[in-house]
């Protein structure tokens, strides 16, 4: 997290290492330290990486740094068949100014996706798009019975900061898995709703 120069050229260095982690975390590190001038050299390696884990940090971290040049590579990785990299590339597309009305038929199939995580990403980036009916999608998914579903909705619903769905949060606040729980609560304080308030506040005094 230092950066300069000799920082950097000792991280570019592990970009081609036979480590997965090392690869990894050199590709992470780039992106916080915001290098774009790295770009080229990630696209080189994305041409030949194989590795679905060094792909999803690739995928990730291009669209971090990159530009509307990388909008291709990152459309491409929505067809893996990994669910990593599905939800980086939906993430990214958002964050590369994908936001014209046409990529909302390309992005909406997704909120169906079986991963939690790529339907949260995609209901997102629909969300940033400006479709308001995400919200709905995300309030129903906050019932399934799986949990990571509903810690998911919960999650995206106070990224979003949707709050007509304070009520669907407040049930939320009776789940018996903490992930749940702690993201209900999480999604509240960033909603910051006063109908919220004094549910909170109840909560302390059960010392979950």
């Not at 000792?10 to 590709?27: G, K, P, V, Y």
């Not at 194989?50 to 669209?63: E, I, T, Y």
């Not at 990159?66 to 669910?83: H, K, W």
Request: hydrophobic share 45%.
């Amino acid at each position: 997290g230092i950066g300069g120069a000799e920082a950097k050229k000792l991280i570019e260095e592990h970009l081609n290492d036979r480590e997965r982690w090392l690869r990894i975390n050199a590709i992470e590190a780039l992106a916080r330290l915001g290098e774009h001038d790295a770009v080229p050299k990630l696209m080189q390696l994305a041409e030949v990486e194989k590795d679905p884990w060094v792909r999803a940090s690739l995928v990730s971290a291009l669209g971090r740094l990159g530009g509307v040049e990388q909008i291709p590579f990152c459309e491409a990785a929505l067809n893996s068949p990994d669910a990593r990299i599905r939800a980086n590339a939906i993430e990214s597309l958002s964050r590369l100014g994908v936001h014209e009305s046409e990529w909302k038929n390309r992005i909406e199939p997704f909120l169906h996706d079986p991963n939690d995580r790529v339907r949260v990403n995609a209901a997102i980036a629909l969300w940033k798009m400006g479709d308001a009916s995400v919200v709905p999608a995300l309030v129903t998914m906050a019932r399934e019975a799986t949990k990571w579903l509903r810690a998911s909705a919960a999650f995206a619903l106070g990224e979003i900061g949707a709050r007509e769905a304070v009520p669907a949060l407040l049930a939320l606040l009776d789940d018996k898995e903490d992930v749940v729980y702690k993201n209900a609560l999480q999604a509240l304080g960033k909603i910051g709703d006063v109908n919220a308030l004094i549910p909170i506040l109840k909560e302390r005094s059960k010392e979950r």
